[in-house]
């Protein structure tokens, strides 16, 4: 059995029974995406299929038809070929994500009075070292400190959010490219997609600036256009595959 999804009006597929059940063991797909395989008139929601339980054991299974389109996917599930996304459309979402940050640490600016201000402009001018960095951070208010930990919360909330849904960061959607299994080209579960990919390599990168920057995206260059992370979340990025209207 060649079972289809979509999600988002973007399809995939097909894949067989046991890698369905596999992936909604795992999380990988959800039960509101849509599904369709031969013998189904139309496409339906996963979780009307499966009754609301993570596997599905087709009953009835009768001889292929042609689904109709109930949701503007095409009538005959295929399955484009996805095409690596290029460095440059990466690279590209990277800064935008990038910049999503830059707000979080212009923050404490709005806490401190110019007199604040002036004292740790001249200890940076000094050059900063454990006595002065420990100096500057007791001159940031605590409330500045709490409103960019708020910050980073709720960046990294929506991060996570857009990440599960549909494979994309604002910066990758933005870009129109979006994250998948390495091998079969389907959904990634959060842990992967978001522990794994993005929280792992802030850590990283703000630990060792910049040199991991560097080498992350120096594996991007081989042959599969894994950066490291993409091979330690057997992922890859690929070019967002855009479903076509049958009035297209």
Known sequence: MQIYLARNNQQAGPYTLEQLNQMLTNQQVLLTDLAWHQGM???????????????YQPQNYSEPVS??????????????????????????????????????FALPSFYMDEATKTQIIKLQEQGINTSSQTEI?????????????????IMLAIQAFFLAKSGQSIGKYIAKIQIVDAENNSAVGLTRVFLLRSVVF???????????TILDF???????????????????????????????
Request: hydrophobic share 45%.
């Open 137 to 153: 951070f007791s001159l940031v208010p605590t409330d500045a400190w709490h409103s960019m930990l708020a910050y980073i919360v």
């Open 202 to 212: 802030i850590i990283l990168n703000l630990l060792f600036m910049p040199f991991i």
């Open 41 to 55: 008139t139309e496409w339906k929601p996963l979780g009307e299929l499966t009754h609301g339980q993570l596997f």
């Open 218 to 248: 120096a594996f991007g260059f081989g042959e599969k256009r894994q950066t490291l992370h993409d091979r330690i979340a057997k992922t890859k990025v690929i070019n967002r595959i855009k479903i076509k209207n049958k009035s297209e």
């Open 67 to 104: 689904p109709f389109s109930s949701v503007n996917l095409s009538k005959n599930p295929q399955q484009p070929k996805p095409e690596l996304a290029p460095i440059e459309k990466r690279v590209f979402a990277k800064l935008i994500d990038l910049l999503l940050w830059l707000p979080a």
